[in-house]
């Protein structure tokens, strides 16, 4: 035999081997076509030539439009529209809406109530300003949903809510308090007693009750109490002892029971915690007001036109400056929100 020529197995150059050569002849008819005989895909009423086909760097650029466009309108705050309903999502178990089982995915209107029980839970779309993380155990009422105006109950359980439209526009009520959003990102608990803790992550919040107020920022707690109102807020990072001496005071009135906890308050503060003492100036009795006004100059030194006498004989506008002094943002914005919520 003689020896087969290898170059025909590499080039197809020089004389194939028999076997090679009948091997080639059965596997002919599953060859693939030659490049010549390749024609393109033309589907049904189309004409595909060299002339019309579309580049694959126009493609590049088309896709490299889409992505931009797609950025810009994710970026560029969305314009709410009239009617835009608050829409709710099924996370968990089965939330209702009007005692009716929730869909998948569902609308609430003014006026009826959410609820999850101890194994469901909920997302709401609020317009397009925000969305709820609405927790198990809790009952959420929508109150009004127009442009500029959203407000809603919460009676009990918790929700957890990030709003980016400008600050006032978003509103929560509660058993004791008015909780205005100013901005911000907070999570608010209301027990079965009608007790509300709120913590804010972002921004502000505001609470009010019948003239009473706290400023709520980033980094601090407030509780809120039926028939008594907003707390005195605190930062998480006070101590233990100030925090728990703060929940004394907010819950009684006389002198002789917000001594002992006033004292340990006075002590126990740092700079940060101007905070509470400048909430506490319309909190404890007036006969403690000046342990507070003096520790409070310590810590924060009054700026200029504000005098003792002035902030001990109750002058709002006194005391709004020794706010605003404390840098933590002007009291005006919230005169002018808390106004329009509560006329």
Not at 128 to 155: K, Q, Y
Not at 182 to 191: D, E, F, P, R, S
């Amino acid at each position: 035999m003689e020896p087969m020529d290898d170059e025909y197995l590499w080039d197809r150059t020089g004389p194939p081997d028999e076997d090679v050569a009948r091997l080639e002849a059965l596997l002919a008819q599953f060859a693939a076509p030659s490049a010549e005989e390749w024609a393109p895909l033309a589907l049904p009423g189309t004409r595909v030539s060299n002339e019309t086909a579309v580049s694959w760097r126009t493609w590049l650029a088309a896709a490299a439009l889409a992505l931009i466009s797609i950025g810009t309108a994710w970026l560029t705050p969305r314009q709410e529209l009239p009617g835009d309903p608050w829409r709710v999502a099924r996370v968990e178990g089965m939330p209702t809406i009007a005692a009716a089982p929730l869909a998948r995915h569902s609308q609430l209107v003014p006026g009826r109530w959410l609820e999850t029980d101890a194994r469901s839970s909920a997302v709401v779309f609020v317009g397009r300003i925000g969305r709820l993380e609405v927790e198990p155990g809790s009952r959420l009422r929508l109150v009004t949903a127009t442009p500029g105006e959203h407000r809603a109950e919460l009676v009990t359980g918790t929700i957890q809510a990030q709003i980016w439209a400008p600050a006032g526009q978003f509103v929560i009520d509660t058993p004791s308090a008015t909780a205005i959003d100013l901005g911000c990102a907070y999570t608010l608990t209301i027990n079965s007693h009608g007790v509300g803790l709120i913590t804010v992550q972002g921004g502000w919040v505001g609470f009010e009750h019948n003239g009473r107020e706290a400023f709520i920022p980033a980094g601090a707690t407030g509780r809120t109490y039926p028939g008594r109102g907003p707390g005195t807020p605190t930062y998480a990072e006070a101590s233990a002892a100030l925090r728990a001496a703060i929940d004394t005071i907010d819950q009684v009135d006389d002198a002789a029971a917000q001594a002992a906890p006033l004292e340990t308050v006075l002590r126990e503060a740092r700079p940060e915690d101007a905070l509470t003492l400048w909430h506490l100036l319309d909190r404890v009795d007036v006969s403690l007001e000046p342990l507070v006004v003096d520790r409070l100059s310590a810590l924060a030194p009054m700026p200029p036109g504000v005098t003792r006498d002035g902030v001990l004989a109750g002058n709002r506008d006194m005391r709004d400056a020794w706010w605003d002094a404390l840098d933590l943002g002007t009291a005006d914005w919230w005169r002018t929100w808390r106004q329009k919520w509560n006329p």
